[in-house]
Each structure stands twice: as structure tokens, then as C-alpha cells.
């Protein structure tokens, strides 16, 4: 389960914002996801909660996820579809010279503190 290596990459960072910003606690992290960025929400979310509840600045911290559309888009037709329902090939002209245009980011979208010192 790479879940939890990702939880330890985003408390790290998130302590370094607290960190560089005077911040003692922090009250929830919003992530931006990727539907095909091979991190499964549910997963995260357990994580999260188990890890956080180790660190005084994040153990109140909810962890709220935004899910990010996975699009891809065909080089023939110059459409882009959704990549979850059609796959690599093009559902418009059936080709597949397609590219994935989003849905593998994950991102720190935003760190909202309940105070600081």
C-alpha cells in the first residue's frame, strides 16, 4: 500500500509550511487528485488518519480530497473524452493517438491552519 508513503510525503510538507509560517496547528488539507493517479482515495483517507493522529500540529487535521476528471485528447480528431469510460481509443474517430491531458496530479491544493503564533 503506497498510501501511506504518500501520507508521510504530505505531512512533511505540510509541516514545512507550518514550519516556515509560525503555524502550531493545522485544521484540514485539501488535495487535489487524479482519478487514474493510482492513489485510491479510501486508502488515503485511513492513512491520514492513522498518521496524522501521531503529529500535535496535524492530529486534529481532516483531510478533505477533490477528485480531478482523468481527460484524454485525440491528436487525429483534436477531441478531448473522458478517460475512465473510453479508455486510449478515441470514442469520436476511433483512434488511438491519444494522450492522457489530465488526471494523474496530485497536489497540495490548500493548508488552512486553526491558528498561529
Known amino acids: ?9 504530505i505531512i512533511d510538507e505540510v509541516k514545512a509550511v507550518a514550519a516556515a509560517n509560525d503555524v502550531s496547528e ?4 485539501t488535495l487535489q487528485l487524479g482519478e487514474v ?15 496524522s493522529a501521531k503529529h500535535r500540529l496535524l492530529e486534529k487535521a481532516e483531510l478533505e480530497i ?3 476528471r482523468a481527460l484524454t485528447y485525440c491528436d487525429d480528431c483534436g477531441k478531448i473524452y473522458h478517460t475512465l469510460r473510453f479508455g486510449k481509443t478515441c470514442p ?12 494523474q ?6 493548508i488552512e ?3 498561529s503564533n
Open 113 to 115: 491552519c486553526s491558528d
Open 26 to 29: 493545522i485544521s484540514k488539507v
Open 37 to 51: 493517479s493510482s492513489v485510491i482515495p479510501s486508502y488515503l483517507k485511513d492513512c491520514w488518519k492513522w498518521a
Open 66 to 68: 477533490e477528485p480531478i
Open 1 to 9: 500500500m503506497h498510501e501511506l508513503s504518500v501520507v508521510f510525503y
Open 92 to 103: 469520436n474517430c476511433g483512434s488511438g493517438h491519444t494522450w492522457l491531458k489530465q488526471g
Open 105 to 110: 496530479e496530485f497536489l497540495i491544493k490548500e
